[in-house]
């Protein structure tokens, strides 16, 4: 097995909406804010080359989608999936499988993308089959009125018209469960949208989560430090305060997927609670 992270180009988002009831006094401390109160945010996805497989995770923004859109979301750099994959030397094509946390349009825009005459949609990674689960897929289609602006259907529905769709295997209300079919096991969380998916992922003696929405950025480590974005907020609390503890009792190595500026973190306990230990580059620990 060897893993690569894989940049799908950063955005920013408002930094109050990131940081719930947490003041900006607070918050800016570690994720300081623009003059519009936008904070920088990334989508890092991470690629699972494990024998003849080759495994995204998360496909970021994508590019379809209007102007207008993309004006909310100050794109930002010159990052994308596919010069991304070129520097490892392969090609959107060679994609066996594309696993997606969750349905939010940051997480799976790049999964979809325009047809050739931009009549029509169709899937980005032509070879691949894409995973979700069936009670996440169910929440996402017919989704209710806080998420629905997040729950884009040109970027979901597409996956099942073309028969390239998967579900996991998962007993009823089983929180943490093995992916046979992808080789890593999964941590099932409701409290940011319903069955978001963590990949708990061995690799060279160490476990690598990531951490998609479960933990957006370093500067959210503290327990209170909720998005504005979560439907369930008072859910999110106790599992990410069990996460955290599991993390720092085990030496969890997390990968950020939003986080712009840390690609890895580890953590440790304090007298205050879980915080952050150290910081890393992907290349630190793994080349």
Not at 115 to 143: C, I, L, M, Q
Not at 171 to 187: I, M, Q, R, S, T
Request: contains cysteine.
């Amino acid at each position: 097995m060897k893993l690569y992270p894989i940049e799908a180009g950063n955005f920013k988002l408002d930094g109050g909406a990131m940081f719930g009831v947490v003041p900006k006094s607070l918050w800016s401390r570690t994720n300081p804010a623009d003059a519009n109160n936008m904070i920088d945010i990334g989508a890092r996805c991470l690629l699972i080359e494990d024998g003849d497989k080759l495994i995204l995770i998360d496909t970021g923004l994508g590019d379809k989608q209007s102007e207008k859109f993309f004006s909310y979301y100050y794109q930002w750099g010159d990052d994308s999936i596919d010069k991304s994959l070129k520097k490892y030397g392969f090609h959107r094509d060679d994609i066996t499988d594309v696993f997606m946390t969750h349905l939010h349009f940051d997480h799976c825009g790049g999964s979809i993308q325009w047809n050739k005459d931009r009549t029509g949609y169709e899937p980005a990674f032509k070879n691949a089959r894409f995973w979700s689960n069936e009670e996440h897929w169910k929440w996402a289609t017919v989704p209710n009125a806080r998420e629905k602006a997040s729950f884009l259907k040109e970027n979901i529905i597409p996956m099942q018209e073309s028969g390239q769709l998967h579900f996991l295997d998962r007993k009823k209300d089983e929180k943490y469960a093995a992916a046979p079919d992808l080789g890593f096991d999964v941590l099932y969380v409701d409290g940011h949208t319903d069955k978001q998916m963590i990949p708990h992922i061995k690799y060279k003696g160490k476990t690598l989560v990531f951490m998609a929405d479960l933990l957006p950025t370093a500067g959210h480590i503290p327990l209170p430090y909720v998005m504005g974005y979560d439907t369930r907020p008072l859910l999110t609390l106790p599992e990410k305060d069990a996460f955290l503890k599991k993390a720092a009792d085990e030496d969890f190595y997390l990968f950020m997927e939003h986080d712009a500026h840390n690609e890895i973190i580890t953590l440790k306990h304090t007298e205050k609670g879980v915080r952050l230990n150290k910081t890393f580059t992907f290349n630190e620990i793994f080349n």
